[in-house]
T-cell receptor, first 112, second 118 residues
Framework: ETGVTQTPRHLVMGMTNKKSLKCEQHLGHNAMYWYKQSAKKPLELMFV???????ENNSVPSRFSPECPNSSHLFLHLHTLQPEDSALYLC???????????FGPGTRLTVL | AQSVTQLGSHVSVSEGALVLLRCNYSSSVPPYLFWYVQYPNQGLQLLLKYTSAATLVKGINGFEAEFKKSETSFHLTKPSAHMSDAAEYFC????????????????FGTGTRLTIIP
């Protein structure tokens, strides 16, 4: 595997389900990100992780819970989601200050 | 706070014609600016970036963008459109998040969908 991978690519879940999205980066980067991409809206940064700290967007509902067990893996745990949470969830990673983030292909989430 | 405005959610050009995608930004500090492209069912790919060096930035696939401070613009151009350029394009501006780590927080525009007419 190369670059940034995300699984699953597609996920359909009910509002009472609990599921997790997985992201793995094979680039040796030391920061990872979760974004939400909804139709006709800008990409929304949800969470940023580095080796030593997590930076959260305070507007992210608590039904989204990130986990970063090491610098290569990032999870997004989902529970009791709402239909408006249906979107493409993108993971990215980066190294250094040049701001170049490498994106995964995304997980298309549909909440019924 | 930084922000990005992309004028035109949809742009159509004929194959071989000039591509011009508009981006204006606001920033309280000298910005870093980026253009990303997203092909169907794929993640975002960096086309080019401006990091306070040359104002005319050349990227991949024949694209380039010019940073104009006086106009707060960073428009993306390509002299001759190709069918493979059909995609969604995102302009982004960065600010730093975190304490001493310095990773960039990207603020994206709403995107412009480029259609190429044969």
């Amino acid at each position: 595997e190369t670059g940034v991978t995300q699984t699953p690519r597609h996920l359909v879940m009910g509002m009472t389900n609990k599921k997790s999205l997985k992201c793995e980066q094979h680039l040796g980067h030391n920061a990872m990100y979760w974004y939400k991409q909804s139709a006709k809206k800008p990409l929304e940064l949800m969470f940023v992780y580095s080796l030593e700290e997590r930076v959260e967007n305070n507007s992210v509902p608590s039904r989204f819970s990130p986990e970063c067990p090491n610098s290569s893996h990032l999870f997004l745990h989902l529970h009791t989601l709402q239909p408006e949470d249906s979107a493409l969830y993108l993971c990215a990673s980066s190294q250094d200050r040049d701001g170049e983030q490498f994106f995964g292909p995304g997980t298309r989430l549909t909440v019924l | 706070a930084q922000s990005v405005t992309q004028l035109g959610s949809h742009v159509s050009v004929s194959e071989g014609a000039l591509v011009l995608l508009r981006c204006n930004y606001s920033s309280s500090v000298p910005p870093y600016l980026f253009w990303y492209v997203q092909y169907p069912n794929q993640g975002l790919q960096l086309l080019l970036k401006y990091t306070s060096a040359a104002t005319l930035v050349k990227g991949i696939n024949g694209f380039e963008a010019e940073f104009k401070k006086s106009e707060t613009s960073f428009h993306l151009t390509k002299p001759s459109a190709h069918m493979s350029d059909a995609a969604e394009y995102f302009c982004a501006v960065s600010e730093t998040v975190g304490s001493n780590f310095g990773n960039e927080k990207l603020t994206f525009g709403t995107g412009t969908r480029l259609t190429i007419i044969p």
